[in-house]
């Protein structure tokens, strides 16, 4: 049985497994946290083009977070050293910065954290860097609109099931394959926290959504199969299949009446092409 537990301002921090209800004064905190990730991700955008190594994106993400008085979450997270996770082509999640050059026809994902005042802002973006070709454009268009379906059926009385399914049925329309291994989850003042977001299922199951819970959406959808593979690194999570791969991630809030989205971008730069 899912346990709800409302939590108040002296509330210790700590994950028990119960899904937590927040107030206003968490909202506001998720506001804020989610405008920084979505201002570092709409900062990058010149900055996505062939030649550029994924390493000069995290050093831009380290200092544009920090510049606002923010820390990046994933910067000394279970040993990560660096900013944020950059994933290319294949990579489904969790790429790791480095001195790999972006090369025209690549699709990528930048997944940012920037944690401000205690409140922890995720969210991720893919960009398109240089001539890409039309089947990898068409994988990022539906996997933005995996997202935002899902988002459609972020409201009370819902349940988790009914946002993964309509997730899944619009992939598996397309004949892609939605990532299993890895899921959304609940945030706030912790990184990671009940519930988990799993992105396939069957409507009406799973928990039910209520106002005050907190989470991320954030499907991954691969042209070919939905298996992947985690690297020798440790963190790296690549297509079996080596087919390509798509994320877009938001942070939101359940409301009385439907959802906020806390990291929609203040520029308009929703998804690419960013003109």
Known sequence: MTEYVTV???????????????????????????????????MIVPHMVPGVTTAEIDRLVYDFITSR?????????????????ISINHVV??????????????????????????????????????????????????????LMLGIEQAKPGN???DVAHVIQRHAESHRYGVVRDFCGHGLGRLFHDAPEVVHVGRPGTGPELKPGMIFTIEPMINIGRPDVKLLDDGWTAVTRDRSLSAQFEHSIGITEDGCEIFTLSPAGLHKPPYL
């Open 8 to 42: 108040t301002s002296d509330a210790p921090l700590g994950r028990n497994g119960a899904i937590k209800l927040h107030g206003p004064e968490a909202f506001a905190g998720m506001h804020a946290a989610g405008r920084l990730a979505a201002e570092t991700l709409d």
């Open 69 to 85: 008085g923010a820390v990046p979450a994933t910067l000394g997270y279970r040993g990560y050293t660096h900013s944020c996770c």
């Open 93 to 146: 999640c969790h790429g790791i910065p480095s001195d790999k050059t972006l090369k025209s026809g690549d699709v990528v994902n930048v997944d940012v954290t920037p944690i401000v005042d205690g409140w922890h802002g995720d969210s991720s973006r893919m960009y398109l860097i240089g001539d890409v070709p039309l089947k990898a454009r068409r994988l990022v268009d539906v996997t933005y609109e995996c």
């Open 159 to 161: 349940t988790m099931g």
